[in-house]
């Protein structure tokens, strides 16, 4: 039972970290001067408070994360072995690039903004800080 416990408070830790990094991504990741926008990573929300929209994203990003990760890690371990590991940074690319597809096409009046696939690769090791903190507290 206690661990149970331990690991619900670890997934919401995560998750509470994972909504703090995309909102930080969000707001700082570019500028937007007018109509031109330089930001690599935006959210669009027509109907939600940006607490809800991001706690939502999070939500989201860690079921791609967990579970669908999980299964790709599988399936692509023969190449990760071969690349030593360096194919995990585009598996990542990849994870958040299945995260904005979802998004983008469920009924959820949100829109996502991903640019260029190395700017992805940033975020993606923003995204990891939240599983790296989650397993400070094991």
Known sequence: MKRIIHLLVRYMLTIIFTAIILWAVDQYSGQTVGEISTKWFFVE????????????????????????????????????????????????VLILYIFQYIINTGDFWMTIYLWDWIQVLILSFFVMIPNILAKLFK
């Open 45 to 92: 929300t027509t109907k939600y408070d940006p607490y809800l929209t991001f706690g939502f994203l999070a939500v989201v990003l860690f079921i791609c994360n967990t579970i669908l990760k999980k299964i790709l890690q599988i399936l692509t371990l023969p190449l990760r072995r071969l690349t030593l590991g360096l194919f995990s940074f585009v598996l990542n």
